[in-house]
């Protein structure tokens, strides 16, 4: 086995969305370089043409758009009829890192979920050393959203791989499994792309179980933070969605005041002046889904949602 060694120049990221998450992903990148002490090389896997396009243009500084048509298999176009556009882009985690080493040639690569933001370096959270060579975050859920025997006990959302055999191997079998199943539903030890990780821990050592409290915070786990503690690497906006009638749900986790003046509301405000940019610039539209309103129990479950959880339900007018 060849000593693996870390760039001292650059750090390499990945990461995949289509133009419905174009704000929410450029808004990552640029915060991500904002912070990085070492100039970050991200490969950005473009689900849709517009995507392409838009960071073709804006010739952000280290992002590498990927185009479907250089990184799909015929393994991957033959379950992406089979799948929703979620299960797809779940399907595609492990395809897009192996991509980044096997293709590119890099000596190794941490996945980023595009509703991140960065406030700190996260170089320093990466483990260095040759063997280390695979990293994973938990969930490290609140009692109240612990949902580790359904959905697992790790996140998807940071992950690294070094490009050596036992993690390659271990890439590959991972892409396999999703490739084989990959739904948004929970079975026996299985659900999305991410249950999977569970059983890595037992492959040795080399797999790191990230144990920095400042790595993987996230709605589910943000109630076991003060406003003193130390500021995340990054903060994971998970369940963040804009209704067409101007309202932002923050999600359906219980958000103390600080959290939502310090990470949410600003990160809001940035989002929506990010999507007039790019509106701006290229046309496109700030992504909304309608309201949930179509029935009378769900139309009367949004208004109270409205006057009952207004820390979850507020009008972007309000914050921007």
């Known amino acids: 086995m060849g000593k693996i060694l870390d760039s001292p120049e650059v750090r390499v990221y990945c990461t995949l969305f289509d133009s419905h998450y174009l704000s929410r992903g450029v808004l990552m990148l640029e915060s991500l370089r904002a912070v990085s002490k070492k100039p970050p090389r991200v490969y950005v896997f473009c689900f849709d043409d517009m995507t392409q396009a838009i960071l073709r243009d804006l010739a952000m500084p280290g992002v590498i758009p990927i185009p479907l048509g250089e990184f799909e298999t015929e393994d991957l176009l033959r379950v992406k009829q089979e799948r929703t556009k979620g299960e797809y ?27 991140l933001f960065f406030y700190a370096d996260p170089d320093q959270a990466i483990p260095s050393g040759e063997d280390k060579l695979v990293l994973i975050t938990e969930h490290r859920y609140t009692a109240e959203y612990d949902q580790s025997k359904t959905s697992g006990r790790f996140c998807v959302q940071f992950v690294t791989f070094k490009n050596e055999p036992r993690s390659r191997a ?53 109630q076991q933070y003060g406003e003193a503690d130390p500021v995340p690497y990054f903060y994971h906006f998970h369940a963040v969605k804009w209704f067409s009638d101007g309202r932002v749900d923050l999600g359906g986790y219980r958000l103390a005041p600080w959290v939502k003046r310090k990470l949410y509301l600003p990160y809001v405000r940035m989002l929506v002046r990010k999507s007039e940019e790019l509106k701006v610039l290229f046309g496109v539209a700030l992504p909304t889904i309608p309201p949930q ?4 129990i769900p139309r009367l479950k949004y208004r109270l949602k409205g006057l009952i959880q207004r820390h979850k339900l507020i009008h972007i007018s309000e914050i921007i």
């Open 293 to 296: 309103t179509r029935g009378l």
């Open 170 to 222: 271990l890439l590959n079998q991972w892409g396999d499994q999703c490739l084989e199943w990959c739904f948004a539903r929970h079975e026996e030890g299985r659900f999305g792309d991410q249950f999977y990780l569970d059983a890595w821990p037992e492959k040795g050592t080399w797999v790191v179980i990230s144990e920095d409290p400042r790595v993987g915070v996230a709605p589910w786990n943000i």
């Open 89 to 115: 882009c779940w399907t595609c985690t492990p395809h897009v890192l192996k991509h980044v080493l096997e293709k590119r040639g890099e000596h190794e690569c941490t996945y980023l979920d595009s509703d």
